[in-house]
Each structure stands twice: as C-alpha cells, then as structure tokens.
C-alpha cells in the first residue's frame, strides 16, 4: 500500500481551491440563468423561461458564432499546418523571423488590429458588413495558435528522419505528408484546433469593432445581454453557450486519443 505523505494532502487542497476558484463562479452563473429570481435566489424556484428566451432571441447571434468557428478552424488548419511544416523543415533566420512575425497579431490589442482591417478594407464592397470581414479578424488572431502546436509537435517527431525513411521506400511527396506527417502531427493538430475554436467562439475585443447589427456574434450578444436585460438572462445566455460549445470540444478531444497503429508496408506508387 503507498503511504501519502502530508505533502500530497497539501498539493491536492491546494489544486481543489483553485479549482473551487475557477467553477464555482461559473456554476453560479448558471444556475442564476435557471433560477425564476436571481436577487431571491434558488428559493424562488427553477424555470427554462431564461432560456428559452434567450434560445427565440439570440438563436441567431450563436449560430452564427459557431458557424464562423468552424470557418475560422478551417481556414487555419489549410494554411497554419502548410506553414508550420515549411518552418519545420526549412529552419534557418529567416523562417525564425516568419515564426515570430506570426504573433505580431497576438501582441497586438485586438481594437488596434480591428481598426486596422477597418481602415485598409472597410470600403472594399460589402466586405465590412459581411460576415467574412469578422472572420478574416479571427484567422489573424487564431493562426498564431495553430502554427505553434502544429510546429511543436513537428519538431519534436524528427520530421526529417520520418520523411528521408518514407521516401527511402519509393513514398512520393503527397503520400509521405498524407500519411506519415499528418498522421504523426494529430495530436498538435487537434490541440491548435481546440484553442481555434475556443479563442474564435470566445473573442470580443476584434469582434467588437468589427460586427455589424446584421452579423453580431455570441460574445457581443452576451455582453448586451449583461448591460440591458436582467442578470438572468444574461447566465441563461451563458448557459446556452456551454450547451452549445462543451459537446463540440468532447467530441475533438475523443478524436485526439490515440488510436492503434497498423503496421503496413510503403508500396511504390506507379
């Protein structure tokens, strides 16, 4: 039997406290947007009204965050996981300068890039109404992310090794990225895709600016709702948002464990 020292005990009140400290709030939150009186408290009883209110109102406003996710995760993934194997196999000053050029976007206060896009493409036809000009805010934001976990993993794999083996056997180019690179790059695959997604559904500063009343996202709609409408509306907001978001992330972590590994002989291609 191990014998749990008091340093142990200690280590795992602490990690409780701060988990206390982290959900508890959120909990609360949640459960304001179900209660029928927030300044009553859980005495006054628990309804779906908020939700269902907030579901008829702003239905829209959360589709269509997690629709331009989505569109974010995409368009990162086709150029982030490209660029993070160009870094990796071209290391040199110049691909190190390409890298930290990369988080210029990140350092930079989101109004200040926001304005930034106002001002250089605001005026390209309907561009600024357009939900494609929030995305195009979040791609520039979010892709730092994806590169990085990408790049990581890629470097810590020997990506050289891997490919100079494959292409030892007759392996084309397609193949050896397709079937050795991606394959052994899943895991900063999905945790660059989970923060896209996360941050993308998340951001406010950018999208701030950038929205429009015909395109409004789900963190803008939040903060409406906390500024004009009761409190509990506001968590019922909240709630809708982790019933909406929570699933999706699951479902990208159940796709990140790992799966068996069949052994399988590189044939040349014709």
């Given at each position: 039997m191990i014998r749990r020292g008091s340093l142990f005990f200690v280590?795992?009140?602490?990690?409780?406290?701060v988990c206390a400290f982290l959900i508890v709030p959120v909990l609360l939150s949640i459960l304001a947007g179900l209660t029928v009186n927030y300044q009553v408290g859980i005495s006054s009883g628990l309804t779906l009204r908020w939700v269902l209110e907030v579901w008829n109102g702003y239905r829209d406003t959360m589709l269509l965050s997690v629709g331009l996710a989505l569109a974010c995760l995409v368009v990162t993934l086709l150029l982030g996981v490209p660029a993070?194997?160009?870094?990796?196999?071209?290391?040199?000053?110049l691909?190190?300068?390409?890298?930290e050029l990369l988080v210029?976007?990140?350092?930079?206060p989101g109004l200040a890039t926001a304005l930034a896009l106002i001002v250089t493409y605001g005026s390209v036809g309907g561009l600024r109404t357009s939900w494609v000009f929030i995305l195009i805010g979040h791609v520039l934001f979010t892709?730092?992310?994806?590169?990085?976990?990408?790049?990581a993993v890629m470097l810590a794999i020997?990506?050289?090794?891997?490919?100079?083996?494959?292409?030892?056997?007759?392996?084309?180019?397609?193949?050896?990225f397709f079937d050795i690179v991606l394959p052994n790059c899943r895991s900063g695959i999905v945790a660059g895709s989970l923060m896209v997604l996360t941050?993308?559904?998340?951001?406010?500063?950018?999208?701030?600016?950038l929205h429009t009343p015909l395109n409004k996202t789900l963190p803008v709609g939040l903060?409406?709702?906390?500024?004009?409408?009761?409190?509990?509306?506001?968590?019922?907001?909240?709630?809708?948002?982790?019933?909406?978001?929570?699933?999706?992330?699951?479902?990208?972590?159940?796709?990140a464990r790992p799966r068996p590994v069949k052994s399988s002989i590189i044939k040349d291609e014709e």
């Open positions: 280590q795992l009140a602490f990690a409780l406290v993070a194997y160009v870094l990796a196999r071209r290391q040199s000053r691909t190190r300068f390409f890298e210029m976007p990140v350092a930079i892709l730092p992310f994806m590169v990085r976990s990408v790049l020997d990506l050289k090794t891997l490919e100079e083996g494959a292409a030892s056997l007759g392996a084309s180019f397609r193949r050896r941050l993308s559904i998340g951001e406010f500063n950018m999208t701030w600016l903060a409406d709702a906390y500024a004009s409408l009761r409190f509990e509306i506001g968590s019922a907001y909240t709630l809708v948002f982790f019933i909406m978001i929570v699933p999706l992330l699951l479902a990208m972590q159940r796709a």
